[in-house]
Nanobody, 114 residues
Framework: VQLQASGGGLVQPGGSLQLSCAASGDIFTIVAMGWYRQAPGKQRELVAAITKRGEIPYAESVKGRFTISRPAADTLHLQMNSLKVEDTAVYYC??????????WGQGTQVTVSS
């Protein structure tokens, strides 16, 4: 499975961005998809995911502001509203397959700054 993330950029605090992740390859083996982020000097953290059980966990810091969706088998979105400076990070798309393999995209930079 190959992943291509897009939609990052520079936005002012309070603004919005939508990240997209396009999957290709054996997409019908995908059982879970999610977004992680890594800020400078910090560990990579889960932002939101759609698990194989259909659960949708969110990081506490983004609840009520971010929405994850999977409109198609090969597409994952992350709608980010009311962005804060602390949301600045590289955002990564990841999937887990039925074979329990994890794949990662290349990351897309989100910068929230005035």
């Amino acid at each position: 499975v190959q992943l291509q993330a897009s939609g990052g950029g520079l936005v002012q605090p309070g603004g919005s961005l939508q990240l997209s992740c396009a999957a290709s390859g054996d997409i019908f083996t995908i059982v879970a998809m999610g977004w992680y982020r890594q800020a400078p000097g910090k560990q990579r953290e889960l932002v939101a995911a759609i698990t194989k059980r259909g659960e949708i966990p969110y990081a506490e810091s983004v609840k009520g502001r971010f929405t994850i969706s999977r409109p198609a088998a090969d597409t994952l979105h992350l709608q980010m509203n009311s962005l804060k400076v602390e949301d600045t990070a590289v955002y990564y798309c990841t999937v887990t397959t039925i074979h329990e393999n994890d794949y990662w995209g290349q990351g897309t930079q989100v910068t929230v700054s005035s």
